[in-house]
């Protein structure tokens, strides 16, 4: 089981939204974890809707703190990770110039830290981020792309432009994000 967390929707399906769909199709098991203080997210039904066409639970947090990384913070997440027993996290990465997905990547490695793998996403042309998994989404691209684009239609531009940006800053790679998705390992258990 996987358990995605993040601060949007959007920003999970384009980031880690084919490895969720592959994985949805092999056995109904993923679980993503929105964390925000959006109380506007409840609301959206569309969300909720594309969400269960695809077989995948949604956790909307409203009282956690974006502000720093706090005990509270800590437990919310350990809650919810308990309560499904995942054997992987995707979490955004801890060194993010975004100060909210620092702040979530870091409440997440300590809510996981009995968790066997830990994923994280990045996706900022000016980031230390060296991808070291990558999941083939191939077979899957069209899907995230319709489920991303009808969540917000301006996400085509915008997803366009960050993977342009992506590839670009990692030429050495020599990646075509459009069918895969990167992740560094914080930790990786093999079987």
Same mark, same amino acid.
């Given at each position: 089981m996987i358990i995605a967390i993040g601060c949007s929707p959007n920003e999970l399906i384009l980031l880690c939204g084919g490895t969720l769909i592959k994985n949805a199709k092999k056995d109904d098991s993923d679980i993503i974890i929105i964390l925000a203080n959006n109380p506007d997210l409840k609301k959206k039904s569309t969300i909720q809707e594309l969400i269960g066409k695809i077989k995948i639970k #949604?956790?909307?947090v409203d009282d956690f703190d974006?502000? #720093? *990384? #706090?005990? +509270? +913070?800590v437990n919310l997440i350990q809650g919810i990770i308990k309560k =499904? +027993? $995942?054997d992987t996290i995707i979490i955004p990465y801890n060194k993010s110039k975004k100060k909210e997905n620092r702040i979530l990547g870091a409440s997440s490695i300590l809510a996981g830290r009995q968790i066997p793998n830990i994923l994280m996403y990045e996706m900022s042309e000016k980031s230390d981020f060296s991808p070291t998994v990558f999941q083939d989404i191939k077979d899957v691209n069209e899907i995230k792309n319709k489920w991303l684009y009808s969540l917000d239609a301006t996400q085509k531009d915008r997803s366009k432009k960050i993977l342009d940006a992506f590839n670009k800053t990692n030429k050495k790679y020599k990646l075509n994000l +459009?069918? *895969?998705? $990167? =992740?560094q390992s914080f930790r990786l258990v093999f079987d």
């Open positions: #949604t956790h909307i974006l502000c #720093t *990384i #706090t005990q +509270n +913070n =499904y +027993n $995942p +459009n069918f *895969i998705e $990167p =992740y």
